[in-house]
């Protein structure tokens, strides 16, 4: 399988818990994006990297949350302290190079639940 | 700021009927993006259909069509000859062209179309 992968695809954990998401892109992507959906909401966008520059933050990053991609490929994205308000669908998209950025490819999303 | 409007939040239609799924958008941009995902239950997110700004022709892919109105600022689309795999969350979505806030996807809340035999 060539998409988009996350890993874990569920995780559950207690308020105050500390989680970190994978997300690995479509290998040739260098833009990689992380968007978190709730119920009954459309994807808000959270970060976005191109290779391993993290090129804007969405003010819903709040300082709890760090997401990474060292050597541009793969990302991590870290709550900390997670709260229940972070519960949601976690997901992470790709797009190829290009001038300007082209589909992006969605992976399966991450479900959060914060008991 | 950009948003997305989706004002139907449910709609449903019999399989081999035309249906038409409503966005509208509000930018001060001139030049930008604007794209149509499809979402399965329990699937995750693929693109239907992209329309670019400064073409003034509608996109088409197959039985999906759109139409761009960008005086308006409204973007529908249409699908024709419904299939029950059809069925889905509908997401609109726009991105600018330019600048620093490139390659951000600004969705609508959706519309969950059902396609009943």
């Known amino acids: 399988d060539t998409g988009v992968s996350q890993d874990p695809r569920h995780k559950i954990t207690k308020r105050g818990q500390n989680v970190t998401f994978r997300c690995d892109p479509i290998?040739?992507?260098?833009?990689l994006y992380w968007y978190r959906q709730t119920l009954g909401q459309g994807p808000e966008f959270l970060t976005y990297?191109?290779?391993?520059?993290?090129?804007?933050k969405s003010r819903l990053l709040s300082d709890r949350f760090s997401a990474e991609r060292p050597k541009g490929s793969f990302s991590t994205l870290e709550i900390q302290r997670t709260e229940q308000g972070d519960s949601a669908m976690y997901l992470c998209a790709s797009s190829p190079p290009g001038q300007v950025p082209g589909e992006q490819f969605f992976g399966p999303g991450t479900r959060l639940t914060v008991l | 700021a950009q948003t997305v409007t989706q004002s139907q939040p449910e709609m449903s239609v019999q399989d081999a009927e035309t249906v038409t799924l409503s966005c509208t958008y509000d930018?001060?941009?001139?030049?930008?993006?604007l794209f149509w995902y499809k979402q399965p239950p329990s699937r995750q997110m693929i693109l239907v259909i992209r329309q670019e700004a400064y073409k003034q022709q509608n996109a088409t892919e197959n039985r999906f069509s759109v139409n761009f109105q960008k005086a308006a600022k409204s973007f529908s689309l249409k699908i024709s000859d419904s299939q029950l795999g059809d069925t889905a969350m509908y997401f609109c979505?726009?991105?600018?062209?330019?600048?620093?806030?490139?390659?951000?996807?600004?969705f609508g809340r959706g519309t969950q179309l059902t396609v009943w035999p």
């Open positions: 990297f191109q290779n391993e520059a993290q090129l804007e």
């Open positions: 290998s040739e992507h260098n833009r």
């Open positions: 979505a726009f991105m600018k062209d330019r600048g620093s806030t490139l390659g951000r996807l600004y």
């Open positions: 930018t001060s941009e001139n030049n930008y993006y």
